[in-house]
């Protein structure tokens, strides 16, 4: 009988719950707490999902069951890093399995790494770049900065108020076409459609598909068919409120000047792409010294997604842009002994289909049903090409990293 044989449990639970806070996929949660416990000299059967953990612990005669309900987390990479950190100094046996508890448990409870004004900053951040690769115009993007604040104040206040939580997607995005729509007639550079996509492109769950994608690949079937359902519910949520605003304005607003609309300089793709990055970096808690390398996959992804689409096809440019993040992100990960996932998510944020799967619903709530399915399909093409680089990059190169 192992007489911490309970405290390893302890120690496990409180890993995989402030993992599943961090944000991480079911498969990565499952991973690491296999092997973990498997370091610890205890057996693992478990099954995670977006809410919850299963899990039976055994060790010799000992064994116990545990069901756990979570709160899905929002993507928190500098929390995931240093409770990886101190996970591994207790399996390497350098630190007391209780001294590592509280370390994990005082990194999954504490305060933000970031300053809130500048999470606030981020929403702008994206926002307004977000309109330089839609080719808006120099009023777009000040209209999608400011709503990009709103939104981002929104998100600070709404962490504080649990009815708030649920209506934050709402909120967002009539308030997105509500600005734009009462502006629009007053204003002839100004595009609504573009200025409300780029207010509300945060909110979109372009992520959360092509994970769902990758558990399911992964023969994750709950945590896959759960995480795709819940990805379907927040956009639908989202784009109902913003069919339903637009209607409600268009019978009462004056019509919006028909005009032809210059675009942005060619230039400003790259400062307007850069600031989108970024955006992105600080949603997602990136520390500061891992921001270079993040930023770089994250560019370099874009870049290929952006030349390789005109000339190699949809397929096989998000597969290379896939397999490009997977490699890059496990050779780090192997050099400088850090998750991989610190790298992956911002290099596959800036190609994720959000943007096209929120058209194919807003074409599905305007009657047009062709447009609503050749959308969809290709959504569904580009999750289906980036999950399968993700797979052959991490063929090439494995991880040795369960995060």
């Given at each position: ?216 690949s992964t023969k994750n079937l709950l945590a896959g068919t759960s ?177």
């Amino acid at each position: 009988m192992d007489p911490l044989f309970n405290t390893k449990v302890d120690f496990l639970l409180l890993l995989g719950r402030s993992l599943h806070g961090c944000g991480a996929a079911a498969h990565h949660v499952e991973r690491a707490l296999v092997k973990a416990a498997a370091n610890l000299g205890l057996l693992c059967e478990l099954l995670a999902f977006p809410t919850g953990i299963i899990a039976t612990f055994t060790q010799g005669e000992q064994q116990k069951t545990v069901v756990i309900r979570n709160e899905p987390g929002q993507i928190d990479l500098a929390k995931l890093s240093r409770i990886d950190e101190a996970a591994d100094l207790v399996i390497d046996g350098k630190r007391s399995i209780l001294e590592g508890m509280q370390t994990i448990e005082s990194i999954h409870l504490g305060n933000l790494d970031l300053p809130r004004w500048l999470l606030v900053l981020s929403y702008a951040m994206a926002s307004a770049g977000m309109i330089t690769a839609l080719r808006g115009s120099w009023t777009d993007l000040a209209l999608a900065a400011v709503i990009g604040l709103i939104v981002g104040l929104l998100d600070r206040i709404g962490s504080r108020w649990e009815p708030m939580r649920q209506l934050f997607g709402a909120m967002a995005s009539f308030i997105s076409v509500l600005l734009a729509h009462l502006l629009a007639p007053h204003v002839p550079s100004l595009s609504p459609d573009k200025v409300i996509l780029a207010g509300v492109i945060v909110l979109l769950p372009g992520l959360a598909l092509v994970v769902s994608f990758v558990e399911l690949s992964t023969k994750n079937l709950l945590a896959g068919t759960s995480r795709l359902a819940g990805a379907t519910g927040e956009l639908l949520k989202i784009v109902f409120t913003v069919a339903l605003t637009k209607a409600i304005l268009k019978a009462s607003a004056p019509a919006a000047f028909d005009v032809t609309l210059a675009p942005l300089p060619a230039w400003t793709e790259l400062p307007g792409v850069t600031a989108l990055a970024f955006g992105f970096l600080l949603l997602f808690r990136v520390r500061p010294r891992n921001m270079p390398s993040a930023f770089l996959v994250s560019m370099a992804s874009y870049t290929i997604a952006r030349i390789g689409g005109s000339l190699f096809g949809t397929e096989l440019t998000f597969f290379v842009a896939g397999a490009f993040v997977a490699m890059v992100s496990n050779l780090l990960a192997r050099i400088l002994k850090r998750p991989g996932m610190i790298t992956m998510l911002p290099g596959i944020i800036l190609i994720v289909p959000g943007s096209i799967n929120y058209r194919g619903f807003i074409a599905m709530f305007e009657h047009d049903v062709m447009d609503t399915v050749t959308t969809v399909f290709t959504v569904v093409i580009i999750a289906v090409s980036i999950v399968a680089g993700l797979f052959f990059g991490n063929t090439v190169i494995p991880p040795r990293r369960s995060l």
